[in-house]
């Protein structure tokens, strides 16, 4: 399992978070496939969006203790499955673009139940969220991004943000 606490100094030479730009290829070569839905294909760009923002800005960050992939489909597995327990029309979009996150991220071993499901796992999930949150807020605020970006960057704060209330409701 990686270490999720998302404190302190990672000083290894390995590119952090190297699974997020094949994970963004594979939301691409998905979406490019002419049979899907335009339904789908919505849910589709939105996950993409939100990879490759990632992909650019994590890959980058120095210090960032990252998550695997098996715990990123972990959480937009449990992202997914809490916006389907509310019933409006919002929280089935955001069900379905992170139910295609988590079918284009590679799970990995399962992970035991208790382990999955326990507080200390789910805190560090919700605190990669927020800390991502705070990226996308801060870059544009230090003058960062350039200026036509910063309403993505926003939005996808808005997002992320809205995931992380859903997160720590369950």
Same mark, same amino acid.
Request: no cysteine.
């Given at each position: 399992m990686s270490n999720l606490i998302l404190t302190g100094i990672d000083d290894s030479p390995s590119t952090p978070f190297a699974w997020l730009p094949p994970l963004?290829?594979?939301?691409?070569?998905?979406?490019?496939?002419?049979?899907?839905p335009a339904k789908r294909l919505r849910n589709l760009s939105q996950a993409?969006?939100? #990879?490759?923002?990632?992909?650019?800005?994590?890959?980058?960050? *120095?210090?960032l203790r990252e998550i695997d992939e098996a715990?990123?489909?972990?959480?937009?597995?449990?992202l997914?499955?809490?916006?389907?327990? *509310?019933?409006?029309?919002?929280?089935?979009m955001r069900a379905e673009m992170w139910a295609e996150v988590?079918?284009?991220?590679?799970?990995?071993?399962? %992970?035991?139940?208790?382990l999955r499901f326990s507080g200390t796992h789910i805190r560090a999930l919700t605190h990669f969220l927020a800390v991502v949150v705070n990226i996308l807020l801060t870059? $544009?605020?230090?003058? %960062? #991004? $350039? %200026?036509e970006l910063v309403p993505l960057f926003v939005m996808l704060a808005t997002g992320l943000s809205g995931d992380l209330a859903m997160l720590t409701e369950e």
């Open positions: 963004r290829d594979r939301l691409t070569t998905i979406a490019n496939d002419d049979s899907i993409h969006q939100l #990879v490759g923002i990632a992909a650019d800005l994590l890959t980058q960050t *120095k210090g715990d990123f489909h972990e959480l937009a597995t449990a997914s499955t809490a916006y389907r327990r *509310k019933d409006n029309e919002a929280a089935t988590a079918t284009a991220t590679r799970g990995g071993e399962p %992970r035991h139940a208790a870059l $544009p605020q230090a003058g %960062r #991004v $350039p %200026r």
